[in-house]
């Protein structure tokens, strides 16, 4: 499929989608998040094992177009572009990592935030630039920073439109990774690597896992951890490391 505003390639076991509006910092339009949505319909989840977000250029993203944004019903534009964006990944049963090669502003802000994995250049910049700008977040700045940096640090970065750079986000936890810029497809590569190199079903439950904790009670949680688990004694990849680990031998996962 065709896009105009994004591009989407799939090497093997590992989607990569690029925010491709390098001109305009790849801002945001509805046409946009319809396209990510379009090729996230396209893409055989049952065999994906890593979904990798970037930008093309100098930016990740520098938020929505504020002049050039398009739609014509404000909130429902925004539940099926943004929040549907947000829930999906959050949902999906694979790792989800964000590349974040420059500006990581406003609603592509939300979005690296929704990722499981952020890995940043060293130049980049992160925040929620919106107050200033005289509105508020609208699809889960608010929600995720507090939880990922606690609510002191994350009603400073929020309230005040602060643009966090990649060394002090590692810092506070916003980041996992910062890298040169010239190494970050490389360091994205390598840590991909890792994840292709664990169990898929396992990396999965355990990312569903985490999901549901974050929404339940401790006595759910663990009823749902505990069925996670013995759902997954069924696959093959239980089988595979129960013989590796009698043969004294790494795991080989298909």
Known sequence: MN????????????????LN???KLNAFTFR?????????????FDDLRALVFTGAGRAFS????????GGTDPAEDIRRGHHRLVTRLRGARVPVIAALN?????????????????????????GDVRVPRAMCSMSGAAFWLPRLVGLGPATEILLLGE????????????????????????????????LLALPAGALG????????GRSHGLAESLEYEMTELIHGFGREEWGEAIRAFAEKRPPRWR
Do not use: W
């Not at 520098?62 to 944004?69: F, K, R, V, Y």
């Not at 609603?107 to 250049?121: N, S």
């Not at 916003?174 to 890298?179: M, Q, S």
């Not at 439950?205 to 549901?212: H, L």
């Open 3 to 18: 896009h105009e505003q994004i591009l989407c390639r799939r090497e093997g076991s590992v989607a990569t989608i690029v």
């Open 21 to 23: 509006r390098p001109e």
């Open 32 to 44: 946009m998040l319809a396209e990510i949505h379009a090729a996230l319909d396209t893409l055989p």
């Open 62 to 69: 520098a938020g929505d177009d504020l002049i050039d944004m």
């Open 102 to 126: 420059g500006y990581t502003l406003g609603a592509a802000f939300d979005l690296a935030l929704a990722c499981d994995f952020r890995i940043a250049a060293a130049d980049a910049e992160l």
């Open 163 to 194: 643009r966090i750079p990649a060394p002090r986000a590692l810092e506070i936890g916003l980041v996992h990774r910062v890298v040169p810029r010239k190494e970050l497809e490389t360091a994205v590569a390598a840590f991909v690597d890792r």
């Open 205 to 212: 439950a355990q990312k569903a896992c985490v999901e549901y």
